[in-house]
């Protein structure tokens, strides 16, 4: 395993790797700074989040020899459910959690698992990639917490090659329904916390010429989805 670690400071990194970031994503930075070290004690092994991980990359069916992104990949939780083989560039816009990432891939390696894995600060919204430069995306946890999720998955699937696949893991709004007003308050307080429980994968996907390849349901009442997402011209 091949790992390379890119890990600017916050102030580097909105000159370089993250260049001119909002209010929001600044504050993102800011409480995931602050969340990075007890991120895991608090997601690592919940039942949901480790099923719909796995799932996710069951249905994109990454193989041997293909570049991934991981984008907004928070510790790097996904590493150790990819195949040996693959090649991986993580990246989160929080160089605490890039600094986790780049260890728990330090592990595998000595664990014995054959991944290829550069880690590096970058904005889901700017990614520093040139177009078509990816075999496949891993967006798990994301579209519901970065700030813009229209440049994110837009951004993802400028990087995509033709014939590539977005893993998708989230929490969901039913494409069409409008949220109750219990969930509409809960999600005042959850997006100062966290997250957007209110966002519609299929206005997303839209958004970025994208199509749903296969879906399931993952877990909450179908509050959680996964996803196999290819571009619609394929």
Same mark, same amino acid.
């Given at each position: 395993?091949?790992?390379? $670690? ?53 249905? $994109? ?62 904005? $889901? ?82 958004? $970025? ?26």
């Amino acid at each position: 395993m091949h790992l390379v $670690a890119d890990v600017r400071t916050p102030d580097d990194a909105f000159t370089t790797g993250v260049r001119s970031v909002s209010l929001s994503t600044w504050w993102n930075r800011v409480r995931y700074t602050a969340y990075a070290p007890a991120y895991d004690l608090a997601v690592a092994h919940l039942p949901l989040f480790q099923r719909g991980r796995r799932r996710s990359l069951t249905l $994109a069916d990454f193989r041997r020899g293909e570049r991934v992104l991981m984008v907004a990949g928070g510790t790097g939780l996904d590493l150790a459910h990819l195949p040996d083989g693959i090649d991986v560039i993580a990246t989160d816009v929080t160089p605490a959690m890039v600094t986790r990432m780049a260890m728990r891939a330090q592990a595998l390696r000595e664990a014995g698992r054959d991944l290829q894995v550069r880690t590096q600060v970058m904005d $889901a919204a700017r990614l520093t990639l040139p177009d078509e430069s990816v075999d496949g995306v891993i967006l798990h946890l994301a579209l519901a917490v970065v700030p813009d999720p229209v440049a994110a998955i837009r951004e993802a699937a400028r990087v995509l090659r033709p014939g590539g696949r977005i893993a998708v893991f989230d929490k969901f709004l039913p494409d069409g329904e409008r949220p109750s007003l219990r969930r509409r308050i809960a999600a005042v307080v959850m997006r100062l916390v966290a997250t957007d429980l209110n966002r519609q994968l299929g206005p997303l996907l839209k958004a $970025a010429g994208l199509r749903v390849v296969a879906s399931e349901a993952i877990g909450l009442g179908g509050m959680f989805v996964v996803a196999r997402v290819e571009s619609r011209n394929r």
